[in-house]
């Protein structure tokens, strides 16, 4: 049974006669708002700067322009791809009275021509098509994404922040490595707090010492490595602080439940908590579907054979995923999951 936080059709009731259907198709440069009502001749469509109160007031005279002609508009139900913009927009607009959808991208079907038309305008009638048919209740058409609010987006930064800082720290060491090897020295840790004052006594094969631009490059590239560390530890600290100061605020207590599992630190958890666990997600394939670990077969006529995880989810839960499911058998072996694992 489907629970009613379900995304993929609308569970609100859909008056045409009384509600006014806008798609906005957003870009850096512009945006196209294209409307639609009943009863009306003509389905307006205005390009605008990129300015909110600009839109606000063009749905104001939309509104005003059905009134005119006999319409009684009482609710404006407005939708827009996800993307660069983030949820800024529809947290305003619905604070304006809007009723505010945010469209997976992903979720609306296209043509599968080799070189199709692609402008603004056809985009919003693509919009337009898929957001009607959401609102009527049909499946199939599109699905929404929940909006979150700023408190929550702010409490997922510490996760990914680390996880920038992370892969900016491997990319560095990674750098180093290859400068290294490119001179045929081995034996040298990067990783080690004071490799920086030992690069200068390392000798190449031929007994040389690393050239002056590369052994300055790789000074900066060490000075920014340790950098990196340091802004690691500060982050790691900050959040461990803000959860023992309030172990019961939002979803702490679930993060501080996760860590007391063998092999879950604070920061597995909390990125399970941020990403995933705090999303009132419908069941147990909807989490896998998130995560892009759900199959991809491929089936038709004869033949029979899965192309493996679809890998259409969020990649930052995955990861967090399979990582945990490596770390379950390297410290619980011994437990009942562990056969189902290995």
């Known amino acids: 049974m489907k629970k009613s936080n379900d995304l993929s059709k609308s569970l609100a009731p859909f008056e045409p006669d009384t509600c006014m259907v806008v798609v906005v198709e957003l870009s850096q440069s512009s945006w196209l708002v294209a409307g639609r009502a009943a009863n009306l001749d003509r389905q307006p469509i205005k390009k605008l700067e990129p300015d909110e109160n600009a839109l ?42 809007i009723d505010v959808h945010v469209m997976h991208p992903t979720s609306i079907s296209v043509s599968r021509e080799h070189r199709r038309a692609k402008t603004d305008r056809l985009d919003t009638a693509l919009l337009m098509r898929a957001f009607l048919g959401w609102l009527r209740g049909e499946s199939g058409h599109c699905t929404m994404v929940a909006v979150p609010t700023l408190a929550e987006e702010d409490l997922k930064r510490p996760s990914r922040e680390h996880e920038t800082l992370a892969g900016e720290c491997a990319r560095t060491i990674n750098r180093l490595k290859s400068a290294l090897m490119r001179l045929g020295i081995k034996g040298f840790n990067p990783k080690l707090r004071r490799a920086q004052g030992r690069l200068e006594g390392l000798r190449t094969l031929d007994g040389e010492p690393i050239p002056a631009n590369m052994l300055r490059e790789m000074n900066h590239d060490l000075a920014r490595l340790a950098f990196i560390r340091a802004q690691m530890k500060a982050t790691e600290q900050a959040r461990l602080e803000r959860i023992e100061d309030h172990p019961s605020a939002e979803n702490n207590p ?53 192309k493996g995880l679809s890998k259409a989810g969020s990649a930052r839960v995955r990861r967090g995923m399979i990582k945990l499911a490596w770390r379950f058998l390297q410290h619980q072996r011994e437990s009942a999951l562990g056969p189902v694992f290995s």
């Open 56 to 97: 606000l007031r063009l749905l104001d005279r939309w509104r005003d322009e059905a009134s005119g002609k006999g319409l009684q508009i009482e609710r404006i139900a407005l939708a827009y791809e996800a993307g660069r913009d983030g949820f800024w927009l529809a947290r305003w607009l619905r604070r304006n009275g």
């Open 254 to 306: 679930m993060v501080l439940m996760l860590a007391r599992i063998v092999g879950i630190g604070i920061e597995t958890a909390d990125m399970l908590v941020r990403e995933l666990l705090s999303r009132n997600l419908r069941d147990r394939r909807a989490v896998a579907r998130f995560a892009g670990l759900t199959g991809s077969p491929d089936e038709s006529g004869m033949r029979r054979r899965e």
